[in-house]
Nanobody
């Protein structure tokens, strides 16, 4: 089965930075759109950022624009989320996901999901 494994989470103070990674077990990763979602306590799951299979198209939630940057390395089968200027409101469990339609960014459909990783931002 396809495995997506997140890493790079942790605890940081407001204004700090973290870089999340999502490693895929399959070479077909290079044909998939991939995304980051998050879920904070008591809130619904939120789509944070999406990137097309070739990296040319991206989506960002308004809450993270100009602070987060999504990228991917198709040689390493890995997706990244660089998070700068972190705020307490960014505290959540972050999940990576993949859509087998590599072009689907705005209408991303998660087919494969990671188990999530905690990001905590203290004030």
């Amino acid at each position: 089965q396809v495995q997506l494994v997140e890493s790079g989470g942790g605890v940081v103070q407001a204004g700090g930075s973290l870089r999340l990674s999502c490693a895929a077990s399959q070479h077909l990763f290079v044909t998939w759109a991939t995304a980051w979602f998050r879920q904070a306590p008591g809130k619904d799951r939120e789509k944070v950022s999406v990137i097309s299979s070739d990296g040319t198209n991206t989506y960002y939630a308004d809450s993270v624009k100009d602070r987060f940057t999504i990228s991917r390395d198709n040689v390493k089968n890995t997706m990244y989320l660089q998070m700068n200027s972190l705020k307490p409101e960014d505290t959540a469990i972050y999940y990576c996901a993949a859509d087998t339609a590599g072009w689907r960014v705005q209408t991303f459909r998660g087919v494969y999901w990671g188990q999530g990783i905690q990001v905590t931002v203290s004030s």
